[in-house]
């Protein structure tokens, strides 16, 4: 099945530089590489996601970018803000595109 | 739109007691899974299903039930609770398996 290691676990940043969390999969096969942000007591929620025909995707202050070859993916965050403190997580299609496997996640805390 | 709702939010059981957490979704998603989020582990799958009257087990599915009787509904059994349960459960929902997942608020169980 899919394996799906991410880091690091923990990014503290001062407000305003970037932040970027990596993740890498396993099977080679996968083409659709969601993130997901949870805020504190609450549902995860898609934030931004690529597919593999595509090296790079932005949406305002956040964009993904995917090296199949090297089979990983990374989220980028630029000129971050204190309501960017979150945990996110980055998942991968498995089981045949049945199934999701996420992540361990990244808690990015942003410092004012 | 309510989109995913889920009850109870809070729980709390002592060992050996069930229970069943409840999901539902308005989006007319065919797809729909139960998560268990703990410290560190990131969202591991418990069950899923691909519509009504089909379900089937995901990466921890050893003290769950499931069924899908309707495409609305999707939910998770507790049959002999045990502390190893303690944890918060997420259900979700998509169109598709593996796209776009749509998040309940979560429910927080306790097992003592």
């Known amino acids: 099945g899919e394996n799906v290691e991410q880091h690091p676990s923990t990014l503290s940043v001062q407000e305003g530089d970037s932040a970027v969390i990596k993740c890498t999969y396993s099977?080679?096969?996968?083409?659709?590489f969601p993130w997901y942000k949870q805020e504190l007591g609450k549902g995860p929620q898609l934030i931004i996601d690529?597919?593999?025909?595509?090296g790079e995707k932005k949406d305002q202050r956040i964009a993904v970018t995917l090296n199949k070859t090297a089979k990983h993916f990374s989220l980028h965050i630029t000129e971050t803000q204190p309501e960017d403190s979150a945990v996110y997580f980055c998942a991968a299609p498995s089981g045949g595109y049945q199934k999701v496997t996420f992540g361990t996640g990244t808690k990015l805390q942003v410092i004012p | 739109n309510a989109g995913v709702t889920q009850t109870p939010k809070f729980q709390v059981l002592k060992t050996g007691q069930s229970m069943t957490l409840q999901c539902a979704q308005d989006m007319n998603h065919e797809y729909m899974s139960w998560y268990r989020q703990d410290p560190g582990m990131g969202l591991r799958l418990i069950h899923y299903s691909v519509g009504a009257g089909i379900t089937d087990q995901g990466e921890v599915p050893n003290g769950y039930n499931v069924s899908r009787s309707t495409t609305e509904d999707f939910p998770l059994r507790l049959l002999s609770a045990a502390p190893s349960q303690t944890s918060v459960y997420f259900c979700?929902?998509?169109?598709?398996?593996?796209?776009?997942?749509?998040f309940g608020s979560g429910t927080q169980l306790s097992v003592l």
């Open positions: 979700a929902s998509s169109r598709t398996g593996f796209e776009k997942l749509f």
């Open positions: 099977d080679s096969a996968s083409n659709y």
């Open positions: 690529i597919r593999s025909n595509v």
